[in-house]
């Protein structure tokens, strides 16, 4: 059940319907599972098919979205950044703009990096990623110098 639901991405109902669980009992067991093989190796949770134009280079980003103040657990959903409660999401588009991946949304005050790296995303080998500051220290993104103020930008 678990190889098929991280090979195909197959939905819990259906999933359930196969193996005779309810949806939610599907939830709890490849929950369950899931950090005991994340222990042994990294499993991809999304693919990002490219076609030839698009595997040049992607653009990896984080986006908040401000939300109501939660009743619990408030300091986890507030961003220190924004100044107020937020959740966040990982967006990856190609270089026209076009969304290719969306993250499932995480509390406000998860950092950059941690995100891409809790999101599993993984494309092909020859393409190229480029993200910002806050995603510094990991080796497959790129990120670009920017324009000193009021100067001129090296070559």
């Known amino acids: 059940m678990l190889l098929m639901y991280y090979?195909?991405?197959t939905p819990h109902e259906f999933l359930g319907f196969i193996f005779n669980f309810d949806d939610s009992n599907v939830g709890c067991q490849i929950n369950y599972i899931q950090p005991l093989l994340a222990k042994i190796f990294r499993i991809p949770t999304r693919r990002i098919k490219l076609s030839e134009e698009q595997l040049l280079e992607i653009f990896v980003g984080a986006t908040e979205q401000y939300i109501q103040?939660?009743?619990r657990k408030q300091k986890k959903y507030?961003?220190?950044k924004k100044k107020l409660h937020?959740?966040?999401n990982q967006v990856i588009v190609?270089?026209?703009?076009?969304?290719?991946?969306?993250s499932e949304s995480n509390q406000g005050s998860t950092h950059d990096k941690k995100l891409y790296d809790k999101t599993n995303i993984y494309t092909e080998?020859?393409?190229?990623?480029i993200g910002d500051l806050g995603y510094l220290g990991i080796s497959e993104i790129?990120?670009?110098i920017k324009k000193p103020k009021g100067r001129d930008l090296t070559k």
Request: charge should be positive; proline fraction near 10%; glycine fraction near 6%.
């Open 86 to 88: 937020t959740i966040k």
């Open 125 to 129: 080998e020859k393409s190229k990623q």
């Open 94 to 102: 190609n270089p026209k703009g076009k969304i290719l991946s969306i």
């Open 7 to 9: 090979h195909l991405h």
């Open 69 to 71: 103040r939660p009743k």
């Open 142 to 144: 790129e990120i670009p």
């Open 78 to 80: 507030y961003s220190g």
